[in-house]
């Protein structure tokens, strides 16, 4: 890999840093909204879903609206960085406010105040992602630097998935064991570090400031964007793993209170805890792994490989769940680790491949419509799962009003956890396969674009 490609590794941290923000932006819904809204604050676990998940439809037009308007954009600054600092800024006000509502209002009038907070979130984690994203795929042209970028994210992401696990667990420190309560100061504390670490790529990245091409319209880049099959294909990629990981994601909390704890919360909320740390440091650990193998054996074999080790984390949980011995769960959660790490890493990879055969054909760097247009699929697979996830948790028969629930509704509960993702996560493994963009091509189109340049053919693994 030429000197020009190779990235020192402060610009890629200072860059990854924002995926510290980001694992809160995103994930804190899964670990509190069920457990605050809807057994804290009884609001319906289908409103809830709603609430989570129809914020996300406006996301169809947002981020692609606000990839277009970043890859538009000049400043002195930059294309990207402004946006990224105003987003920053709003995501951790609301999220302060979301975590902190009108108690003495009525279930459904919660339910609306959620709804209504959540969708103001959505909008100003847009202002932030989407740029900060597109800053991500254009740092370098290299085929395995790309990845390596990416790297450095899913490396900040785990060390910040740490504190998800403790979440919950505050929210009952802080609030004398009333989680409604404590939650209040958990907002305060999360959305501080959303703020720090949400600013620091705006700070500390420098973008390159030389884009001289011509402007391209809002409608005429979503049908180019669109018309992209390889896109397209990993955009179903993604939406599956997303509707087979998100759309149970809050059962173990109800498994593990319901039955491998027999109703006890703190004992539920510590294991959820200690094991989001376990699954976090898994994760870690897995990312050089995954770097090497991809570095050697190609982007498609690795994503495939960690599907499919997702796949069987699934099967594991029927047995690995159990009153008997809750701690045998952490095998569960030590299996999915590398393909909840490993997505990020090669699916933003190859986005930044697919800006190449796109700039092939139409002559334009649009790395902010791709990043916004593939966050939208994102956030569209997630927002199905929200809607569905409240559905599921209603399918299965769980009343927050008993307080010992049902045998049939455990075993309603413990199969869906089951079952669900190896289905979802089975068929993108499949998808994974039809994928084109090998090392080979991307390195054809790259030669097509830039005739005077000549890459190596080999690349030092700098993981």
Not at 263 to 289: H, I, W
Not at 308 to 332: C, E, K, N, R
Request: charged letters at 15%; one cysteine or more; proline letters at 5%.
């Amino acid at each position: 890999m030429s000197d020009s490609k190779k990235l020192p590794r402060s610009k890629k941290s200072a860059w990854a840093i924002g995926s510290i923000a980001d694992v809160y932006m995103t994930n804190a819904f899964s670990y509190l909204a069920f457990p605050i809204y809807n057994m804290g604050l009884g609001v319906d676990p289908r409103m809830l879903g709603w609430a989570l998940g129809l914020p996300r439809v406006w996301d169809a037009i947002s981020d692609p609206l606000m990839g277009n308007i970043s890859d538009n954009t000049r400043t002195r600054f930059g294309r990207r960085r402004p946006f990224i600092l105003i987003g920053a800024v709003l995501c951790a006000v609301m999220f302060a406010l979301i975590w902190s509502p009108p108690t003495g209002w009525s279930p459904t009038a919660i339910g609306w105040y959620f709804l209504v907070m959540v969708f103001l979130y959505y909008t100003a984690y847009t202002i932030f992602i989407v740029p900060w994203g597109a800053m991500g795929l254009e740092l370098t042209t290299d085929y395995n630097e790309r990845t390596r970028v990416q790297v450095y994210r899913v490396y900040f992401h785990a060390i910040g998935g740490l504190g998800l696990g403790t979440m919950w667990v505050l929210a009952l420190k802080w609030g004398g064991g009333d989680d409604v309560v404590g939650v209040r100061y958990v907002g305060l504390a999360f959305g501080a570090l959303i703020l720090v670490f949400g600013v620091l790529p705006a700070i500390f990245c420098r973008e390159n400031l030389a884009h001289d091409q011509d402007k391209i319209k809002f409608w005429p880049a979503i049908k180019a964007t669109f018309s992209n099959k390889v896109f397209l294909l990993l955009i179903a990629v993604t939406v599956c793993l997303m509707l087979g990981i998100f759309m149970v994601n809050s059962f173990p909390l109800y498994i593990n209170t319901c039955y491998v704890f027999g109703g006890d919360k703190e004992g539920a909320a510590s294991l959820n805890m200690y094991g989001k740390f376990a699954f976090g440091a898994v994760g870690l650990g897995s990312v050089p792994v995954i770097s090497y193998v991809a570095t050697r054996v190609g982007k498609k074999a690795t994503l495939i490989g960690c599907l499919l080790m997702m796949v069987v984390a699934s099967g594991t949980s029927w047995w690995l769940y159990t009153p008997d011995h809750p701690w045998l769960q952490l095998i569960t959660m030590a299996l999915a680790a590398p393909g909840m790490s490993c997505m990020p890493i090669i699916a933003s990879s190859m986005v930044a491949d697919i800006c190449d055969m796109d700039e092939l054909k139409t002559g334009r760097r649009r790395e902010g419509m791709f990043g916004g247009s593939y966050s939208w699929a994102t956030q569209t697979g997630i927002s199905l799962t929200m809607i569905l996830s409240g559905y599921m948790l209603s399918w299965s028969g769980f009343d927050a009003a008993v307080e010992v629930q049902p045998e049939a509704v455990i075993t309603n509960m413990r199969l869906l956890y089951m079952f669900v993702p190896m289905g979802f996560v089975g068929l993108a493994a499949l998808l994974v396969a039809f994928y084109p963009l090998t090392e080979e091509r991307v390195l054809e189109i790259q030669k097509q674009l830039h005739p005077e340049e000549t890459p190596d053919d080999t690349t030092p693994n700098e993981a």
